[in-house]
C-alpha cells in the first residue's frame, strides 16, 4: 500500500472537496489508498451523523463516503492504466461523478470505524466503473457502484 493517499495528490485547486479534500479545513478529509487491485479507506463518523435509527450512520454520510472513495479509486485506477504515478508533476488525473448506485444492506452503527473498499469493473476511455463495498468490521453495510467520468485535459492554447 502506498503512503501517500490518493486525495494527497491533488492539487490545490482540486483539493476542496468537503468529503474528501485535504484543503478544506471543514471536511471529514476521507483518504483513499490503493492496495493491489482495490482501493480501501476508513473513516470513523462523528456522533453527530446519527440517522433516523438511533446509534447508527445516515444515509447521505454513507452515498458520501462511497462517492469520494469511488472517484479517487478511478483516478488511481486511471494513474495505474497509463503508466503514471501519482503527484508525478504532471497533469493529474481527476474523475467526477456521473452515477452512484447505493444499496443499503444493514443498518450502519455509529461508533466504529467503517472501511470503504473500491475494485475496479471497467475502464473505457474517460469512463470508470467502480464497484464499492462499505462494511463496519465483518458486517457488510451497503454496496455500490459508480459511474466516474474523467475530467478532459485542457486545451492548449
Not at 480501501?40 to 450512520?57: C, E
Not at 452515477?99 to 470505524?113: N, Q, Y
Not at 471497467?122 to 457488510?140: F, I, M, N, P, T
Amino acid at each position: 500500500m502506498s503512503d501517500m493517499a490518493i486525495q494527497d495528490s491533488y492539487p490545490p485547486e482540486f483539493a476542496h472537496c468537503f468529503g474528501c479534500g485535504p484543503g478544506n479545513p471543514h471536511g471529514h478529509h476521507l483518504k483513499s489508498y490503493l492496495l493491489g487491485y482495490e482501493t480501501i479507506a476508513r473513516f470513523t463518523p462523528d456522533l453527530k451523523y446519527s440517522g433516523g435509527v438511533p446509534d447508527h450512520v445516515y444515509g447521505g454520510m454513507i452515498a458520501s463516503l462511497m462517492d469520494c472513495h469511488g472517484t479517487a479509486s478511478a483516478a488511481a485506477f486511471a494513474y495505474r492504466k497509463d503508466g503514471r504515478t501519482m503527484g508525478d508533476g504532471r497533469r493529474p488525473i481527476r474523475f467526477v461523478t456521473a452515477s452512484l448506485r447505493v444499496e443499503f444492506k444493514k443498518p450502519t452503527p455509529l461508533g466504529c470505524e467503517l472501511v470503504v473498499k473500491g475494485q475496479l469493473l471497467s475502464l473505457q476511455g474517460r469512463k470508470a466503473w467502480v464497484d464499492l463495498k462499505l462494511a463496519a468490521g465483518d458486517q457488510v453495510c451497503a454496496t455500490g457502484e459508480m459511474l466516474a467520468i474523467r475530467l478532459p485535459d485542457p486545451v492548449e492554447s
